[in-house]
């Protein structure tokens, strides 16, 4: 089992910068890839970002060159820098997990999340 939690979303301008942060449980937490999920105001949950215990990343192109995926396995914590903040960007902001000791990258199958967090930004 792993919980996670997020932290960082906020209110912001566009062209603003913002880091989430998501801490994690559990002992094995390096054996897991984890990712960034975000649903905007009436739409699905997509799919932001992955990065494996490897430090493999991934992106969705609507965030590749603003969004950087990381992650610290010491502090269980995986973070996410968001840049270049757009109106579009703006949702609730999920992190998940899912175990690959394998180290690869899924863009979906998770089966842990976090509760969200918030991020608005205004143009």
């Known amino acids: 089992q792993v919980q996670l939690v997020e932290s960082g979303g906020g209110l912001l301008q566009a062209g603003d910068s913002l880091r989430l942060s998501c801490a994690g449980s559990?002992?094995?937490?390096?054996?897991?890839?984890m990712a960034w999920f975000r649903q905007a105001p009436g739409k699905e949950r997509e799919y932001v970002a992955a990065?494996?215990?490897?430090?493999?990343?991934d992106y969705a192109d609507s965030v590749k060159g603003r969004f950087t995926i990381s992650r610290d396995n010491v502090k269980n914590t995986v973070y996410l820098q968001m840049n270049s903040l757009k109106p579009e960007d703006t949702a609730v902001y999920y992190c998940?997990?899912?175990?690959?000791?394998?180290?690869?990258?899924?863009?979906?199958?998770?089966?842990?999340w976090g509760q969200g967090t918030q991020v608005t930004v205004s143009s």
């Open positions: 998940a997990a899912r175990y690959s000791s394998e180290g690869y990258v899924y863009r979906g199958g998770y089966p842990y």
């Open positions: 559990g002992r094995t937490f390096s054996s897991y890839t």
């Open positions: 990065i494996t215990w490897r430090s493999n990343t």
